[in-house]
């Protein structure tokens, strides 16, 4: 069974700072490119960061820049760090595996939520 568990998420405020992790069992870590999706009340859920097997990265640019997208194959377990956080920003997070780094989507976490006051 494929568990993944997003923590990290909490209250900041504006230009601060959070690290999302992703820990994943019941699946070979290594072989499925991860993602990070946020969804904001009344928004349709949006691709933040992706990142291959290998380390290759993929953002939205309206956080290039401000987040970093990372995995540790040896610990199943995938990051997301966010800095100089906006209001905008607030959404819940959402991690995800699957086999296309482009939208990978096969398996999701329960989500993380992130608010980020003015």
């Known amino acids: 069974q494929v568990q993944l568990v997003e923590s990290g998420g909490g209250l900041v405020q504006a230009g601060g700072s959070l690290r999302l992790s992703c820990a994943a069992s019941g699946l070979t870590f290594g072989s499925y490119a991860m993602g990070w999706y946020r969804q904001a009340p009344g928004k349709e859920r949006e691709l933040v960061a992706t990142?291959?097997?290998?380390?290759?990265?993929k953002y939205v640019d309206s956080v290039k820049g401000r987040f970093t997208i990372s995995r540790d194959n040896a610990k199943n377990t995938a990051y997301l760090q966010m800095n100089s956080l906006k209001p905008e920003d607030t959404a819940v997070y959402y991690c995800?595996?699957?086999?296309?780094?482009?939208?990978?989507?096969?398996?999701w976490g329960q989500g993380t939520q992130v608010t980020v006051s003015s």
């Open positions: 995800a595996a699957g086999s296309s780094w482009l939208r990978p989507r096969d398996y």
């Open positions: 990142i291959t097997s290998g380390g290759l990265t």
